[in-house]
């Protein structure tokens, strides 16, 4: 997940950290303890391989209204695996929310409509089943909630 400049700006409370790991088995684990036993709190988490395959990046948008963002990097730095850590606040990046919606559709005429509603928002229908479709959504966090 990427950051909007404007969002960072209206809402400090919040800060985008970029972790760079070891891709091993346990490094999830052992961050998320680290946010766990010092309190901190996060808002989101995103992690997923960089094109080296032993290393792996974690975006972590922590809330910073009770602890200091330097505290917290400071903390990710002494992890074991953890390679560098980047408060990536005040760089401007873009944001995008996804989000996947089933919608329980037991009568197929009623199918069409909802496609109609999906085209609005410019998302789409990632499923169908007898009874239920799944939409993907994808955007800024106003349209997605929307």
């Not at 891709?23 to 808002?43: A, E, M, Q, Y």
């Not at 980047?86 to 069409?112: F, Q, S």
């Amino acid at each position: 997940m990427l950051i909007d400049h404007a969002a960072a700006r209206l809402n400090p409370t919040k800060h985008t950290l970029v972790v760079l790991v070891e891709n091993k088995p346990g490094v999830l684990n052992r961050v998320s303890s680290l946010f766990r036993r010092r309190s901190f709190n996060i808002d989101s988490l995103a992690v997923g391989t960089t094109d080296d395959p032993a290393v792996s990046r974690m975006t972590i948008v922590v809330d910073t209204s009770k602890t200091s963002a330097a505290l917290v990097e400071r903390n990710l730095h002494k992890v074991i695996n953890v390679i560098d850590v980047h408060d990536v606040t005040g760089v401007p990046t873009v944001n995008r929310e996804l989000a996947l919606i089933k919608v329980r559709v037991a009568d197929t005429n009623k199918r069409g409509e909802i496609k109609q509603i999906t085209d609005m928002f410019q998302s789409r229908v990632v499923d169908v089943a007898r009874e239920a479709m799944v939409i993907e959504v994808t955007g800024e966090e106003t349209k997605v909630d929307s």
